[in-house]
């Protein structure tokens, strides 16, 4: 484990100011001591993935893949020494871990499939009409082309999946960018480790130096500094809607502004509908309440139905469920008190009844399951009882009627995820519902959790405004790629010149659109 700032494939050490990683289960420092980065080393490693990426933005998609399945090699490589780190600095159990190495890997190789492929660049040509009339139509292709050097902000909540080598990462490489990415504080050690063996893989499959750089510091100095620069040409973000919209911000005040995909956390409405309303229903919330101890941004954290005796009972099934799961220690100290801290100011709204409250020591670092309700009026009237509260906590709004019920969905932000729970039947008394739910989510889930996010083709994570800044794009699955690429059209272009991806003989053998027709001729 290199206890300096990695820089494409240098070394650099030059801060006088230290990150230490933490153990929030012993509440004690683990070994090593990372330097925050320097205005310098910040320069430097742009200056690296600006040219670099010269040279990794022509390396053929075969070659790329070669990269990214490396990188899930060497992941694999580092055997018990990441997981034992990993589960030190998070507090996460060794099979949470295990598991989470494997949908990083699983990305990586996800990505080297569908750039050895090669298809996800959208060819599309339109052949010339020289004899058309009134006037001549030219030779027009175009394909998507990589952006530039990407600043990735590694999340706390998963280590490894949306961390040094985590989706945005892969997407960000997939596409044919250099990456920096800026390492979270809580697991600086697991950073590292991940860090070295990205760059091991781009060392072994020829990738120019630059390629990949991982920083450490505050992303208020560090980070801020990075989006900040002139070379840097996008960015990708998973945290609290705080520091999400702070970033978002100075990108788009830079004098050339630049996306920046930030993911920013969700409450995720699910509703009840009447015959949904069983102790089956209340035990699979339960899981998925407590579920990493509540730290997933597709956590339930809101529950809506109409109130009535089906209601009443469920929520005290709701409650007796959770009383049965032990609490855990959760990511880290300051994670912790904001979740309490949130959770008080919640319950100082007099009109909040608190169904379920499990005790639990504070100062250990454990997150234990709390359970509120209000009324839908009570909702509809405070707007800060619809923010997100990270942890094991969810609220049942009681809505008097249908009517109401939809004006508290009305009333809702963007949301990563929506759930329904009831039958086919019931879904047509409550359309209305249903569709101003579909109105502000980026994924409807039918009679299952929110939480677990399946890493495909199909998958959305990302919904309106605040739950992500662009609900146009996804940060898990294939598609991901598309937030680092840029369209690219060649007109009249000689075709000895052009990309081989839209050269008449298609030497790639991708699927191309070529006159509103898909083939590989």
Sequence with gaps: MTEKNLIGYS??????????????????????????ATSNEVNLAVDKASSGFNIYRNISG????????AIADEIELLGDELIVRCCAESGLPEGRIIGERGRTTGQLRMFANLVTEGSWIEATIDTSQLDRVPVPKPDIRRMLVPMGPVVVFAASNFPLAFSTAGGDTAS???????????????HPGTSALVGSAILKAGQNTGMPDGVFSLLHGSGKVVGQSLINHPDIKAGGF????????ILFNLANQRIEPIPFFAEMGSVNPVLLLPSSLTKDTAELLTGSITMGVGQFCTNPGLLLSVKGDH???????????????????????????????????VLSNVDVNV???????????????????????TFINNPKLAQEV??????????????QLNDVLS???????????????????????IDQLEKKVGRLIFNGVPTGVEVCSSMQHGGPYPASSDSRFTSVGTMAIRRFVRPVAFQSWPDSQLPDELKNSNPLNIWRLINGEWTKD
Excluded: W
């Excluded at 005290?316 to 979740?339: P, W």
């Design 11 to 36: 070394a650099s050490s030059e801060g006088h100011s230290f990150t230490q990683g933490y153990n929030p289960a012993k509440r004690e420092f683990l070994p090593g001591k990372f330097p925050n």
């Design 311 to 345: 209601l009443d009972k469920f929520i005290i099934d709701l409650g007796n469920a959770l009383r049965q799961v032990n609490s855990d220690v959760m990511l880290s100290e300051r994670i912790c008190n904001t979740y309490y801290g949130d959770v008080d100011s």
């Design 411 to 433: 009333n809702l932000s963007g949301q990563l995820t929506g759930s329904v729970f009831g039958s086919e039947v019931e879904m047509l008394s409550f359309s209305l519902s």
């Design 355 to 377: 169904e379920t409250k499990v005790e639990t020591e504070k100062e250990s670092n454990q997150g234990a399951a709390i359970l509120v309700s209000v009324s839908g009026k």
């Design 172 to 186: 960000a490489l997939a596409g044919g960018n250099t990456v920096i990415v800026k390492a979270h504080g809580a």
């Design 238 to 245: 998973t945290g609290s809607q705080t520091a999400g919209r």
């Design 390 to 403: 990270f942890g094991p906590y969810s609220m049942v709004v009681k809505c008097k009627n249908t009517d």
């Design 62 to 69: 075969k070659r790329k893949g070669e990269f990214l399945n």
